[in-house]
């Protein structure tokens, strides 16, 4: 069936360091794919999304390319700040109509 | 994106009581999602709303617990009942505006059952 693995977290950065949050998916032919993120005592908000092969999302610096040779959509952001500490969570959704997720990884982010 | 209003924001609940979580968006929407998402973990999904019909239920989710309402297209309740400390969670509402346009969520309830 489909999923979606994501890196273990906590993963702790320095602020202005360089960011990726693994994330690879298993599904036949083209799901499209989102990075929600959670901050602390909030709900979940679309951070990107990208529906085909090759497209990138981006939105407040943080940018994912769909990888459809390697099941991907890694997410990245050039520099980190505090306020970016969050849960992020990858999903996909695919003809079912059913948003699935990851497990989820926290960042922190320290001055 | 819609605008998705829920309430309660938070509540603390007895066993044994129910509790109805409300869900308004702002705009006419296709799909209404019920979620939970139970401390440091991901979410799952409960259920579908379905406008004018019952709620399409996911293994391990039944109705007698996790009672749906959805009388239009733009509201939608959640009742947990008989709680138990076990139902302890967040609940989130999610809509969906048309098929691939990404779901947007409501800010959550958080509930504790003690």
């Known amino acids: 069936g489909n999923s979606v693995t994501q890196m273990e977290g906590p993963v702790t950065l320095s602020e202005e360091a360089f960011l990726t949050i693994n994330c690879t998916y298993t599904a036949t032919g083209y799901p499209s794919l989102f990075w929600y993120v959670q901050y602390p005592g909030e709900g979940l908000q679309l951070l990107l999304k990208?529906?085909?092969?090759?497209d990138k999302g981006s939105n407040k610096g943080f940018e994912a390319t769909y990888r459809k040779e390697t099941t991907s959509f890694h997410l990245e952001k050039g520099s980190v700040q505090v306020s970016d500490s969050a849960v992020y969570f990858c999903a996909l959704l695919h003809n079912t109509d059913k948003l699935i997720f990851g497990t989820g990884t926290r960042l922190q982010v320290f001055p | 994106s819609a605008v998705i209003s829920q309430k309660p924001s938070r509540d603390i609940c007895q066993r044994g009581t129910s509790l109805t979580i409300q869900c308004q968006v702002d705009s006419q929407v296709t799909m209404m999602f019920w979620y939970r998402q139970q401390p440091g973990q991901s979410l799952t999904l409960i259920a579908t709303a379905n406008q004018g019909s019952e709620a399409t239920y996911e293994s391990g989710f039944v109705i007698d617990k996790f009672p749906i309402s959805r009388p239009n297209l733009t509201f939608s309740t959640l009742t947990v009942s008989n709680m138990s400390p076990e139902d302890s969670s967040i609940y989130l509402c999610?809509?969906?505006?048309?098929w691939g346009d990404g779901y947007t969520f409501g800010s959550g309830t958080r509930l504790t059952v003690v």
């Open positions: 999610s809509v969906e505006r048309f």
């Open positions: 990208a529906t085909k092969a090759d």
